[in-house]
């Protein structure tokens, strides 16, 4: 059925309508279209457009659609146009002319604008309570393994003593941004386009704070054309969760390197893991991988918006109706990636004493020996090239700086003595890196407390 019969002699050609119609991906949308309705009805009646008798028509009308979709008693018609033109013709079938009058001073085009906005503020919610959980789940395993000293790494090369605690809490800090780009972007898409109508308002005595009030928006957007024609939210959105996945695909790709023989450090919960159909022996981070995966779908829906919306000229152009599947891809998307995530990262243990073992080999505590050297009144530069040749000797020697015997220490530079072995050592050099920001256990611990508190804000 079409809202726009009057002008036009034929029924549209059924495929041209199954390549129009977007109620295959919009109908999910049929809660805030009722809520938009209902809300622009009362107001249509305040301010004396429409009768008191028609709007309560109209709105038992509107809620008895809503209960019967929800209850699954009232199928939406696959061949409509969209959620818009069923559920007005569904209530006019019901209602009568009541129904006809819902339309007045109000287009698709404002009505699409505000639903695809209160149904992505319910999507935002869903997404920031996950990231909230997340985040609760890394403190948790940050304060777990705040002392388990593991090597950090630049270029994939062994670099420098840290903890497993101050490494996850790295992703801890990244996921309290995303939250805040999220909020950041919600708040400025919270205004209300209904009452743009077409795209240049109406002649009607419309009161368009009053629609933006009931429907809990911070106020009305002020210019007709910007109303119907803007679709930032959903660039900002999408980019905000683009972000988001280049941060699980990150960590996504260190599970994975980690649950390597080659590595080792972590054993994922069999309940979060797969086998291979041919060898027997293999336990894989599936969960992970498809992640990093899925980030690319994600980056592809942003940039659809971004093509999509480039070189519109105002106002509504049909091009945006590929708004809807493109945003709600990267939600489902995100939604879904967190949804395996979280309880994964939960079961994890780490392996602590390969951490351990690995960050005693590749001479991890090097800059640590040239510390030494300047707090014995070498300058840098001089205790930075004793110690690179004291690498070289242990490399030569197939020794590590622990085992090297002093005499050797001795022979490249005459300061050593016996306080080198206790410099070096691996919990002195985490426990000791209690800079702002740094690795040491006390650092970490007092970093999960701020995050918490953060998190819950
Ligand atoms: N299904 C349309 C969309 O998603 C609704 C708006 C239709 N407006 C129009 N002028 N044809 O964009």
């Known amino acids: 059925m079409q809202l726009w019969k009057g002008r036009f002699s034929k029924e549209i050609d059924p495929k041209t309508n199954d390549f129009n119609s977007s109620i295959k991906f919009d109908s999910r949308m049929y809660k805030e279209d009722i809520d938009g309705s209902i809300a622009h009805a009362t107001m249509l009646c305040t301010q004396g457009i429409i009768s008191s008798d028609d709007l309560g028509l109209i709105v038992e009308g509107l809620n008895n659609i809503k209960t019967e979709i929800e209850a699954g008693t009232l199928l939406i018609d696959p061949n409509a146009e969209d959620i818009h033109t069923f559920v007005e013709g569904e209530l006019t079938s019901r209602i009568g002319a009541a129904g006809k009058r819902l339309h007045t001073a109000r287009s698709r085009n404002d009505q699409v604008a505000l639903d695809i906005r209160l149904y992505l503020r319910l999507e935002c919610d869903d997404v920031l309570n996950q990231l909230t959980e997340l985040i609760d789940v890394l403190c948790k395993k940050a304060e777990q393994y705040a002392g388990a000293v593991m090597p950090g790494y630049t270029h994939l090369q062994r670099a420098q003593p840290i903890t497993f605690g101050h490494h996850l809490m790295a992703y801890a800090e990244m996921l309290l941004r995303d939250k805040e780009r999220i909020v950041d972007a919600e708040n400025r898409m919270n205004y209300c386009p209904l009452g743009s109508c077409a795209l240049a308002g109406t002649t009607y005595n419309t009161d368009r ?249």
């Open 209 to 457: 704070e009053m629609t933006a009030e009931a429907l809990g928006f911070n106020g009305p957007m002020q210019n007709s054309l910007d109303g119907v024609s803007d679709r930032d939210f959903c660039m900002e959105l999408a980019s905000a969760l683009s972000i988001l996945m280049v941060h699980l695909s990150r960590f996504s790709e260190e599970i994975v390197l980690w649950c390597s023989w080659e590595f080792k450090f972590i054993e994922l919960d069999d309940a979060f893991s797969t086998g291979s159909s041919i060898m027997p022996q293999k336990k894989n981070p599936d969960i992970t991988e498809l992640i990093r995966g899925k980030s690319g779908r994600v980056f592809g829906d942003l940039i659809t918006l971004l093509t999509m919306m480039k070189g519109l000229p105002l106002a509504y152009n049909k091009d945006m109706q590929e708004d809807k599947e493109a945003i709600f891809d990267a939600f489902d998307t995100v939604k879904m990636c967190l949804t395996a995530f979280i309880p994964m990262l939960d079961t994890m243990t780490a392996l602590t004493e390969n951490m351990r073992k690995a960050a005693a080999g590749g001479f991890i505590n090097a800059t640590d020996c040239a510390d030494y050297l300047v707090g014995k009144g070498l300058p840098f530069r001089d205790a930075y090239k004793a110690t690179g040749e004291l690498v070289a000797l242990c490399i030569e020697k197939g020794l590590t700086l622990e085992t090297l015997p002093l005499s050797e220490y001795k022979g490249i530079c005459e300061i050593f003595d016996e306080g080198v072995y206790e410099a070096i050592n691996l919990d002195k050099c985490v426990n000791d890196r209690t800079s702002l920001g740094g690795p040491a256990p006390q650092n970490v611990l007092t970093q999960v407390e701020r995050v918490k508190v953060l998190n819950k804000g």
